[in-house]
T-cell receptor
Framework: ETGVTQTPRHLVMGMTNKKSLKCEQHLGHNAMYWYKQSAKKPLELMFVYNFKEQTENNSVPSRFSPECPNSSHLFLHLHTLQPEDSALYLC?????????????FGSGTRLTVV | EDQVTQSPEALRLQEGESSSLNCSYTVSGLRGLFWYRQDPGKGPEFLFTLYSAGEEKEKERLKATLTKKESFLHITAPKPEDSATYLCAVQTMLGQSGGSYIPTFGRGTSLIVHP
C-alpha cells in the first residue's frame, strides 16, 4: 500500500447516477490532488487542495465536485457524467510543493460511464 | 506554454540490454524534474527529483540525468520486473498556484523487458 488509499477501485455508473470517489492519506501531507488519466494522454490535473483550501480548479466541468473536509481526506463527487469521463482517477498527496519527495499517488479508481 | 515530450513512446528490450528513455522539455523557470514509474492498474510511484543541469541520481538499475533541455533515464541491464510505464514531469515557477507548483506530465514511455 502506497500510503494513499482510494476507494472504490472500480466503478461503473450510468449517466444519470450520482457517486463519490474517496481518497485518504495518513502521511501527514498538507496538499492533496485529483488527477484524471486517460489512455494515451498525459496526466491531467483536476483539483488542488492546500491545507483543505482549494487552490486550483483546472477548468473542470461542474459535474465533478471536489470536497476536502480535512487534510487527510479528499472526495470527488460525480453526477450526470458523460461516457468520455471514463478514465482512471488518481488521488495524490504531497508535503509542500512535493519537490524532494514528489507526489504519493493512490492506485486510482477505474471509472466507466455507461 | 510548457511542453514535455517523452520518447520513445514504447520500448522493448531483452533482459540485460541497457538503454535510455528521453524527456525533453521547453519550460520557463524549471523548478524540478520528476521521474515516476507506473505499473498497470496502479498509480505512479515516485523515483527521482532533479533540480539543476548536471545533476544525476541513481536507484538500483536506474540512473537519471538532467541537462538544460532534457533528462535521460538510463536503465542498465534491465530485468523483466523493470517493465512499466515511466513518466516524466516538470515543475515550474509559472505553475505556482496557492503555494503549489503544479507539474506538467509527459505521455510516458512504455517499457517491456523480455526474459
Amino acid at each position: 500500500e502506497t500510503g494513499v488509499t482510494q476507494t472504490p477501485r472500480h466503478l461503473v455508473m450510468g449517466m444519470t447516477n450520482k457517486k463519490s470517489l474517496k481518497c485518504e492519506q495518513h502521511l501527514g501531507h498538507n496538499a492533496m490532488y485529483w488527477y484524471k488519466q486517460s489512455a494515451k494522454k498525459p496526466l491531467e490535473l483536476m483539483f488542488v487542495y492546500n491545507f483543505k483550501e482549494q487552490t486550483e480548479n483546472n477548468s473542470v466541468p461542474s459535474r465533478f465536485s471536489p470536497e476536502c473536509p480535512n487534510s487527510s481526506h479528499l472526495f470527488l463527487h460525480l453526477h450526470t457524467l458523460q461516457p468520455e469521463d471514463s478514465a482512471l482517477y488518481l488521488c495524490a498527496s504531497s508535503q509542500g510543493n512535493g519537490g524532494m519527495w514528489g507526489y504519493t499517488f493512490g492506485s486510482g479508481t477505474r471509472l466507466t460511464v455507461v | 506554454e510548457d511542453q514535455v515530450t517523452q520518447s520513445p513512446e514504447a520500448l522493448r528490450l531483452q533482459e540485460g540490454e541497457s538503454s535510455s528513455l528521453n524527456c525533453s522539455y521547453t519550460v520557463s523557470g524549471l523548478r524540478g524534474l520528476f521521474w515516476y514509474r507506473q505499473d498497470p492498474g496502479k498509480g505512479p510511484e515516485f523515483l527521482f527529483t532533479l533540480y539543476s543541469a548536471g545533476e544525476e541520481k541513481e536507484k538500483e538499475r536506474l540512473k537519471a540525468t538532467l541537462t538544460k533541455k532534457e533528462s535521460f533515464l538510463h536503465i542498465t541491464a534491465p530485468k523483466p520486473e523493470d517493465s512499466a510505464t515511466y513518466l516524466c514531469a516538470v515543475q515550474t515557477m509559472l505553475g505556482q498556484s496557492g503555494g503549489s507548483y503544479i507539474p506538467t506530465f509527459g505521455r510516458g514511455t512504455s517499457l517491456i523487458v523480455h526474459p
